[in-house]
């Protein structure tokens, strides 16, 4: 990895209009300019390499409120992300010593639009929302084998990828108790798709697979917090389906492993990224108060049952995620 620098600069302008006492549109843009660019490194004798992207994105945000409780809600936006000097300026084996990363400095930035609707609906006790959502993502950034080897390492690139879909349904919850305790949930799926690749043939199509996430996920969580506020305890449980297509897509996957296309290519995990539970608790207690002087202890158990598991962003050589953990923490506020 080479010593590099990494800029990035914005300005932000966003606005609320109520159109009606029902109706209101929230318009917002922003102008973006991110520059990366290698330095001089020891041991390093590649040239400086530099990279400028720049633009302006925004969104529209429209919320009509059927009742004083359920407001419908619709968003249409461009998005955009640049790549980050990992994708852009590394090579050498990755940490995970199964591939070896070529650098690929003329990666072209993530462009997306994406388009979102739902309902949200509150009283005093229920919230609870729904949305449902088409993201369009242009030059996609993902990780490629490039069927070449370096050294006893199958070599990958960071490349784009013509155009992505996404979609996806998101629904969550939160129900308050008697007696102080409140239960909460949440839900979300979604499948991706290349459409720039939807002529291709089965077997090429399974060497360009993008679902390098999970496909589901569910989770809840129960909490009590005392009538005064004086402390509350908290439990949470979630868990993330499989996924079989983020490295190989065809419905055998034995093909996968008599193919020589597809040779080397198998991660450590397996064809599968596997499903995962996790579960984690939390509790603080108000140690000093002095009207809206409070300062609270806070203790978190994570992962309780010590779970092997990757999240979406860094499975593709299957990083694990950090093991069971405890984190104290001292809140002030005021």
């Given amino acids: 990895m080479p010593n590099a620098s990494y800029r990035s600069?914005?300005?932000?302008?966003?606005?609320?209009?109520?159109?009606?006492?029902?109706?209101?549109?929230?318009?917002?843009?922003?102008?973006?300019?991110?520059?990366?660019?290698?330095?001089?490194?020891?041991?390093?004798?590649?040239?400086?390499?530099?990279?400028?992207?720049?633009?302006?994105?925004?969104?529209?945000?429209?919320?009509?409120?059927?009742?004083?409780?359920?407001?419908?809600?619709?968003?249409?936006?461009?998005?955009?992300r640049a790549p980050n000097i990992i994708e852009q300026f590394f090579q050498g084996p990755t940490p995970e010593g199964s591939g070896y990363q070529s650098r690929n400095p003329n990666l072209e930035p993530e462009k997306s639009f994406n388009i979102d609707l739902g309902m949200r609906y509150r009283d005093s006790r229920v919230y609870l929302e729904?949305?449902?959502?088409?993201?369009?993502?242009?030059?996609?950034?993902?990780?490629?084998?490039?069927?070449?080897?370096?050294?006893?390492?199958?070599?990958?690139?960071?490349?784009?990828?013509?155009?992505?879909?996404?979609?996806?349904?998101?629904?969550?919850?939160?129900?308050?108790?008697?007696?102080?305790?409140?239960?909460?949930?949440?839900?979300?799926?979604?499948?991706?798709k290349d459409v720039s690749a939807e002529q291709l043939s089965e077997l090429d199509e399974a060497q360009n697979p993008v679902g390098d996430s999970y496909s589901s996920k569910i989770g809840g969580n129960v909490r009590y917090t005392h009538p005064s506020?004086?402390?509350?305890?908290?439990?949470?449980?979630?868990?993330?389906?499989?996924?079989?297509?983020?490295?190989?897509?065809?419905?055998?996957l034995t093909e996968c492993d008599t193919d020589p296309q597809f040779a080397g290519l198998k991660p450590a995990v397996g064809w599968v990224l596997p499903a995962f539970t996790v579960h984690n608790a939390r509790a603080g207690?108000?140690?000093?108060?002095?009207?809206?002087?409070?300062?609270?202890?806070?203790?978190?158990?994570?992962?309780?049952?010590?779970?092997?598991?990757?999240?979406?962003?860094?499975?593709?050589?299957?990083?694990?995620?950090?093991r069971r953990g405890v984190t104290l923490s001292w809140n002030v506020s005021f």
């Fill in 9 to 80: 600069i914005g300005a932000f302008v966003q606005g609320d209009i109520e159109v009606t006492s029902r109706l209101s549109l929230i318009l917002g843009a922003r102008y973006q300019d991110i520059h990366a660019e290698t330095k001089e490194t020891p041991g390093l004798t590649d040239p400086i390499i530099s990279e400028t992207n720049r633009t302006l994105v925004g969104a529209a945000n429209a919320i009509f409120d059927v009742t004083d409780r359920l407001s419908l809600i619709g968003t249409v936006g461009r998005a955009f």
């Fill in 229 to 252: 506020g004086l402390f509350f305890v908290e439990y949470e449980l979630r868990r993330n389906g499989n996924r079989k297509d983020a490295f190989c897509s065809l419905d055998d």
């Fill in 130 to 192: 729904g949305f449902v959502f088409r993201n369009m993502i242009s030059d996609g950034i993902r990780i490629t084998p490039t069927g070449d080897s370096v050294g006893p390492f199958f070599e990958v690139i960071n490349s784009n990828v013509d155009k992505l879909r996404f979609l996806g349904v998101e629904i969550s919850g939160d129900v308050e108790l008697p007696a102080g305790f409140s239960v909460g949930s949440h839900f979300t799926y979604f499948d991706t």
């Fill in 285 to 322: 207690v108000n140690v000093f108060r002095s009207g809206p002087h409070v300062q609270r202890l806070g203790i978190a158990v994570t992962n309780i049952t010590d779970e092997l598991y990757a999240e979406f962003s860094n499975a593709s050589f299957f990083r694990p995620e950090a």
